[in-house]
């Protein structure tokens, strides 16, 4: 086997690959020797053994407790990446990763009473960091709040059952569902009035949520203005955008000057997710804001980035930004 770039030096068999629902599969990997990582964490893959294309996903496995190394996938209309991994590879082709990465973790965290909370396909890393503290942490309390479109959207849903039934002292497990809730079941999203209802020592708890942008960003509100201690409160950073959009986002504009061309695209996104998906040639390896390959200048616009650490001071003041680690909060304008 020849690897397909440094930056994926971990070969790794598929072993099975099982479907979790209508667009969502797990992949189960053996790795070829020990493979370290935190709950929580992602790794990226090398699409089809290139060199140039990779992409990033939450290992939703947990440490030390699952049999194998897993990676859950949302399939999305033509993602190349997510097409490839739920239906062309096959158990006994090999999978290239990198080393895993990533701050959104629990594993260093001093406390043990959590407040997860997660949207959409968001709940990988929940999940992973969820099995690790329940098994790790007997004396830990979890209040997990998932909210999903409608009950065939649950991802890991025999699973949470399960944990439920396992630590039933330890894990609050509230499911939340925009359409088809029955009764007893909760139904919405999420809101100040329920959390203050559900977890009234929210205060007094380590918050995590992962999901689509806006749903973070109404979370970390919610959960500032209750009482929450910045220091207590995580939300994925670096995530892949395009896994956790639900379709409901707001849109914005994308204007590219040297192309004299506006597309547009979800509040939240990754300034590179947009530029892939609207066919715009843009050269990105690490994904991770690391490589420096993705720089690309801003005239102006709404934004946060996640990474900045391949620019110098000069580039930044000039506008420049790693598209994997800008996310698109408004309107924005490209050189």
């Known amino acids: 086997m020849t690897m397909p770039t440094p930056l994926c030096p971990n070969p790794m068999q598929i072993h099975s690959i099982h479907q979790e629902t209508a667009d969502v599969w797990t992949l189960e990997l053996i790795a070829q020797d020990f493979y370290p990582y935190l709950p929580g964490q992602y790794a990226?893959?090398?699409?089809?053994?290139?060199?140039?294309?990779l992409r990033a996903y939450t290992i939703s496995s947990s440490p030390g407790l699952s049999r194998f190394i897993t990676l859950t996938v949302?399939?999305?209309?033509?993602?190349?990446?997510?097409?490839?991994l739920t239906h062309e590879v096959k158990p006994g082709n090999t999978l290239w990763l990198s080393d895993a990465q990533g701050e959104f973790t629990c594993a260093n965290k001093a406390d043990n009473h959590y407040l997860m909370l997660a949207g959409g396909c968001g709940?990988?890393?929940?999940?992973?960091?969820?099995?690790?503290?329940?098994?790790?942490?007997?004396?830990?309390?979890?209040?997990?709040?998932?909210?999903v479109r409608s009950p065939s959207d649950v991802v890991f849903a025999e699973e949470w059952q399960q944990l439920s039934n396992r630590?039933?002292?330890?894990?609050?497990?509230?499911?939340m569902f925009e359409n088809d809730a029955v009764e007893g079941q909760l139904s919405g999203?999420?809101?100040?009035?329920?959390?203050?209802?559900?977890?009234?020592?929210?205060?007094?708890?380590?918050?995590?949520?992962?999901?689509?942008?806006a749903y973070m960003n109404a979370v970390e509100k919610i959960s500032l203005s209750m009482g929450v201690p910045n220091e207590r409160f995580h939300k994925e950073q670096f995530h892949t955008a395009a896994e956790c959009i639900s379709g409901d986002e707001p849109q914005i504009s994308l204007i590219i000057r040297?192309?004299?061309?506006?597309?547009?695209?979800?509040?939240?996104?990754?300034?590179?997710?947009?530029?892939?998906?609207n066919k715009v040639p843009v050269i990105a390896a690490c994904r991770a804001g690391v490589c420096g390959s993705c720089k690309t200048k801003v005239?102006?616009?709404?934004?946060?980035?996640?990474?900045?650490?391949?620019?110098?001071?000069?580039?930044?003041?000039?506008?420049?930004?790693?598209?994997?680690?800008?996310?698109?909060?408004?309107?924005?304008?490209?050189?």
């Not at 990226?44 to 294309?53: A, K």
């Not at 949302?74 to 490839?84: A, H, I, K, N, Y």
């Not at 909060?329 to 050189?335: H, I, R, S």
């Open 44 to 53: 990226l893959v090398s699409i089809r053994d290139s060199d140039t294309s």
């Open 74 to 84: 949302r399939c999305l209309t033509g993602g190349e990446g997510s097409t490839w």
């Open 123 to 147: 709940v990988t890393p929940i999940m992973s960091m969820s099995r690790w503290i329940l098994a790790r942490q007997p004396d830990s309390h979890l209040i997990v709040f998932y909210n």
């Open 167 to 175: 630590y039933p002292q330890q894990l609050t497990l509230h499911l």
């Open 189 to 213: 999203r999420i809101s100040q009035q329920l959390l203050a209802e559900k977890v009234p020592d929210i205060a007094q708890r380590t918050v995590m949520t992962c999901g689509p942008s």
């Open 258 to 277: 040297s192309l004299n061309q506006t597309f547009t695209t979800p509040v939240g996104t990754t300034l590179l997710f947009a530029l892939e998906q």
């Open 299 to 335: 005239i102006r616009g709404q934004y946060t980035t996640t990474s900045q650490m391949s620019l110098t001071q000069d580039e930044i003041d000039q506008g420049y930004v790693l598209a994997c680690s800008c996310q698109l909060q408004g309107d924005t304008e490209l050189a």
